[in-house]
């Protein structure tokens, strides 16, 4: 590889750079956000607790970046991925022989495993009732 062709992509790169700090600036803030409500949604478990809180609640997967259809907690971050997603993701890796690393932004879960996840039945039931409520199916 020529050196001006190294340049040159590296030129490209460093005009990508502001994109990328608003993505990590964005994705910073919903991880922030999540933390926050994790706190106050742990002992909310009737629905009209859920009602309140999950308007400030991100069911969107980090990895799929669509609404969580089964949503899974990981028990030693906790934090949230679409069943399916995730564990498509961790047989991948596992394939070749590498760790999934949690895509939580500033998360240092960098080994979870199948055995970590559990299905959230309140998530699932936030996401039904944010679905109903906002007349998606």
Not at 30 to 58: H, K
Not at 75 to 99: S, T
């Amino acid at each position: 590889m020529s050196l001006s062709s190294v340049q040159s992509t590296l030129s490209t790169l460093k005009s990508c750079q502001p994109d990328i700090r608003a993505c990590m600036d964005m994705v910073s803030d919903v991880a922030l956000g999540i933390v926050e409500t994790a706190a106050e949604n742990e002992e909310e478990e009737s629905d009209e607790d859920i009602a309140v809180t999950q308007s400030q609640t991100n069911f969107t997967c980090p990895l799929t970046q669509v609404e969580m259809v089964n949503p899974v907690k990981n028990r030693k971050c906790g934090h949230h991925y679409d069943q399916e997603a995730v564990l498509e993701m961790i047989k991948a890796k596992h394939k070749n022989k590498k760790k999934f690393r949690c895509p939580k932004v500033g998360c240092g879960n960098a080994d979870v495993q199948q055995s970590d996840l559990e299905l959230d039945l309140v998530m699932k039931r936030m996401i039904q009732n944010h679905k109903r409520q906002s007349g998606k199916t």
